[in-house]
């Protein structure tokens, strides 16, 4: 099984050679992945409406749906910055994650959402349309508040994490081409 990466309308996705886009993932549309980003199991990153953007080093981890709106209707862009971490079976929705941003498994993020460097959005929280997760703060719940302030070291877990996927993807790659080659 292979991923399905396909364009549409004209746009094709552009996927950094050290990208790992994993089998059964889908990738379709103006979809951009930087280096050593990695898309996981399951996956679906569809840019059919508008651009999605995982930058360098990011892991989308698996189960996860990354979609977007029209701009001509108001649809913003989800943009993923470099070294973010995106757990299994997240939600986004014309979100930003900036530069080291975190994110757990089953949170949604919906349109205009932004989760900072150094913040976090604990496991299945719900951030509501252009609420932000500042710096420092874990936001947790449904709807999604801030619950505390990060404890010392812990506004670096997303960066840590990411680190971290950029090895398993590494893994996983020579896995994969080693029973394709057999």
Not at 3 to 11: A, E, S, T, Y
Not at 25 to 33: L, P, T
Not at 131 to 137: D, L, M, N, Q, T
Not at 151 to 159: A, I, R, S
Request: aromatic fraction near 4%.
């Amino acid at each position: 099984m292979t991923p399905l990466i396909f364009p549409i309308d004209g746009k094709a996705p552009k996927i950094h050679d050290t990208a790992f886009i994993a089998p059964g993932a889908v990738v379709c549309g103006d979809v951009e992945i930087g280096a050593n980003a990695s898309v996981w199991y399951g996956c679906v990153l569809r840019g059919d409406e508008n651009r999605i953007v995982v930058g360098a080093g990011s892991n989308v981890q698996d189960g996860t749906i990354i979609h977007v709106d029209n701009p001509e209707i108001g649809g913003l862009p989800t943009l993923i910055g470099e070294n973010a971490l995106i757990g299994h079976k997240a939600m986004l929705h014309g979100a930003t994650i900036h530069d080291g941003g975190f994110v757990g498994m089953c949170a949604t993020m919906l349109d205009g959402s932004v989760v900072e460097t150094g913040a976090m959005l604990a496991a299945g929280a719900f951030l509501s349309p252009r609420k932000i997760v500042p710096a420092g703060e874990m936001w947790a719940g449904m709807p999604a508040k801030k619950f505390r302030d990060l404890k010392e070291g812990e506004d670096k877990m997303g960066l840590m994490g990411a680190a971290h996927y950029v090895e398993e993807a590494r893994r996983h790659r020579a896995a994969i081409e080693k029973e394709t080659d057999a």
